[in-house]
């Protein structure tokens, strides 16, 4: 299967910061998805990206997929972007995620 | 417009136990999946299906049953439950595009 690696595996910012997190595949990235698991629990859709670029309000992501890599952008960052970012991507019919950003924001 | 509903939310077995965590979706996804999720090792897939009648393997299927008699469910079936399947389930339906979409999970203890 894929090997799927985050970047940082933790990360603490103040409130408005900016920052960035990475995601590396070993293989052909297909389906890339980054996620948002909030504090409850539940995992959110932020972006279906398998390449390029796309934008999302104060978060945007850029896929190269030729270089297998995915970066997430979190710009002014609020207390409610706080909980884990998961990437994912598969091969065939198996998806395979990292193990995740955990993002802490303090106001 | 209830997208992929997971029930039940919290369950606690004792070891030995069977019990079948319940998937349905309404989007008429093709391709439904579990994951479970324990901490610091991401989401490993348990078991996916393509389509009504069909299901496969994913990283970890061991202790775990699936099928898939309509498009909307797919159940997940633990027949003896052990310790080591404590931990928070996940089900996703997925369209043709490729693009995953997760039920709110189902957390299971297993003393």
């Known amino acids: 299967g894929i090997q799927v690696e985050q970047s940082p595996p933790d990360l603490i910012l103040q409130e408005g910061a900016n920052s960035t997190l990475r995601c590396n595949f070993s293989?052909?990235?297909?389906?890339l998805q980054w996620f948002h698991q909030n504090p409850w629990g539940q995992l959110i859709n932020l972006f279906y990206i398998p390449s390029g670029t796309k934008q999302n309000g104060r978060l945007s992501a850029t896929t190269v997929a030729t270089e297998r890599y995915s970066l997430l952008y979190i710009s002014s960052s609020q207390t409610t972007d706080s909980g884990v970012y998961f990437c994912?991507?598969?091969?065939?019919?198996?998806?395979?995620f990292g193990t995740g950003t955990s993002l802490t924001v303090i106001p | 417009n209830a997208g992929v509903t997971q029930t039940p939310k919290f369950q606690v077995l004792k070891t030995g136990q069977s019990m079948t965590l319940q998937c349905a979706q309404d989007?008429?996804?093709?391709?439904m999946s579990w994951y479970r999720q324990d901490p610091g090792m991401g989401l490993r897939l348990i078991h996916y299906?393509?389509?009504?009648?069909?299901?496969d393997q994913g990283e970890v299927p061991n202790g775990y049953n699936v099928s898939r008699s309509t498009t909307e469910d797919f159940p997940l079936r633990l027949l003896s439950a052990a310790p080591s399947q404590t931990s928070v389930y996940f089900c996703a339906s997925g369209g043709g595009g490729g693009e995953l979409f997760f039920g709110e999970g189902s957390r299971l203890t297993v003393l």
């Open positions: 994912a991507s598969n091969t065939g019919n198996q998806f395979y």
């Open positions: 293989d052909s990235v297909n389906n």
């Open positions: 989007m008429n996804h093709e391709y």
């Open positions: 299906s393509v389509g009504a009648g069909i299901t």
